[in-house]
T-cell receptor
C-alpha cells in the first residue's frame, strides 16, 4: 500500500502562474485535508473534505481552490500564484476526522 | 480563540537521557484531543501520541509519555532513553473534536537535537 502520496514533490512557479497539487490515498479514508507549513507557524488548514464531492474552507483558504471528484483524490489548485504562497504543502487523510491523521510526504512550492 | 503554544523553539538532549517538551493550549471546550506529532528531516509527519481530554490517565507509547494537566491546560511530552532517531521537530496539536471535527490547531514546534 502506498498510503498517502503527493505529486509533485517540488515545484517552482513564477508569480501569476497556476498549478494543481494532487493528493492520492489508497486507505479508503473519508476525510482529506490540505495544510501549509511555514517556518515558526506549525501547520495551518487550507481546505478539507469529509467525503467524495464535498469540500470546505479551513483556516487559510484565500488564493486556493480544491476538488474531490473521486474519494481517493484531493486536488489543491493555485489559480494565480503569489510569493506569499511559498510554503510546504501537506495532504492528510483520516478515517474518523482528526482522531488519527496520516500525512503525505509534502510538496515544497516556491513562488518567485 | 483556541491557540497552542510551545515555548521552547529548540532543545537538546544527550543520547539515553530523558527530555520533556512543553505545550500549553487555550480552549473553552471540555472535550477535545491533544496530539504530539514528530517531523524528522525527511519531512514526514508522524503521530507520536494522542490524549483524549476525558481520560484522566496519561497516554504512553513505548518511550513516549505525556503529562496531561487539564486544569492547567498543559500537555508535555516526555521522551525517555533518547535515541539519535528522535532528533526531529515536534509539534503539539489540539482538536475540539466534539464541536469541530475538521479543526486541528498546531503549535509552532520544538526542534529537538540528540547529542551522541
Amino acid at each position: 500500500n502506498a498510503g498517502v502520496t503527493q505529486t509533485p514533490k517540488f515545484r517552482v512557479l513564477k508569480t501569476g502562474q497556476s498549478m494543481t497539487l494532487l493528493c492520492a490515498q489508497d486507505m479508503n479514508h473519508e476525510y482529506m485535508y490540505w495544510y501549509r507549513q511555514d517556518p515558526g507557524m506549525g501547520l495551518r488548514l487550507i481546505h478539507y473534505s469529509v467525503g467524495e464531492g464535498t469540500t470546505a474552507k479551513g483556516e487559510v483558504p484565500d488564493g486556493y481552490n480544491v476538488s474531490r471528484l473521486k474519494k481517493q483524490n484531493f486536488l489543491l489548485g493555485l489559480e494565480s500564484a503569489a510569493p506569499s504562497q511559498t510554503s510546504v504543502y501537506f495532504c492528510a487523510t483520516g478515517l474518523a476526522g482528526p482522531y488519527e491523521q496520516y500525512f503525505g510526504p509534502g510538496t515544497r512550492l516556491t513562488v518567485t | 480563540a483556541q491557540t497552542v503554544t510551545q515555548s521552547q523553539p529548540e532543545m537538546s538532549v544527550q543520547e539515553a537521557e530523558t527530555v520533556t517538551l512543553s505545550c500549553t493550549y487555550d480552549t473553552s471546550e471540555s472535550d477535545y484531543y491533544l496530539f504530539w506529532y514528530k517531523q524528522p528531516p525527511s519531512r514526514q509527519m508522524i503521530l507520536v501520541i494522542r490524549q483524549e481530554a476525558y481520560k484522566q490517565q496519561n497516554a504512553t507509547e513505548n518511550r513516549f509519555s505525556v503529562n496531561f494537566q487539564k486544569a492547567a491546560k498543559s500537555f508535555s511530552l516526555k521522551i525517555s532513553d533518547s535515541q539519535l532517531g528522535d532528533a526531529a521537530m515536534y509539534f503539539c496539536a489540539y482538536s475540539p473534536w466534539v464541536t469541530s471535527y475538521d479543526k486541528v490547531i498546531f503549535g509552532p514546534g520544538t526542534s529537538l537535537s540528540v547529542i551522541p
